[in-house]
């Protein structure tokens, strides 16, 4: 079972940015990011190989949202620019057991805590 930390977070006006991290406490194949606003679905936001880097990106985010590894860390990054009011959001870290990125929340296997990301007009 791997356990997952994640960290950053907050509120911050449109236009600007913020960072979340996620550390886990062993290897998996895949980590991801979802995000989850009250009444709507979790949705997965971006997603990363460990081994090979490749990335996924929800075509809401392209361009904005960049999705890192340190594997020397075993901890994955999620910076967020360019962040708009549709962005606020619980925001969670989730690790997956195989090595293809997969975008729905029920292929992933473990979880972080979540965390609020609030984006003011």
């Known amino acids: 079972q791997v356990q997952l930390i994640e960290s950053g977070g907050g509120s911050v006006q449109a236009g600007g940015s913020l960072a979340l991290s996620c550390a886990a406490s062993?290897?998996?194949?895949?980590m991801g990011w979802f995000r989850q606003a009250p009444g709507k679905e979790r949705e997965l936001v971006g997603a990363?190989?460990?081994?090979?880097?490749?990335?996924y990106y929800a075509d809401s985010v392209k361009g904005r949202f960049t999705i890192s590894r340190d594997y020397a860390k075993n901890t994955v990054y999620l910076q967020m620019n360019n962040l708009k009011p549709e962005d606020t959001a619980v925001y969670y870290c989730a690790a997956r057991n195989s090595i293809l990125i997969e975008t729905q929340a029920r292929e992933y296997d473990n979880w972080g805590q979540g965390t609020q990301v609030t984006v003011s007009s």
């Open positions: 062993g290897r998996t194949y895949v």
């Open positions: 990363i190989s460990w081994r090979s880097g490749d990335t």
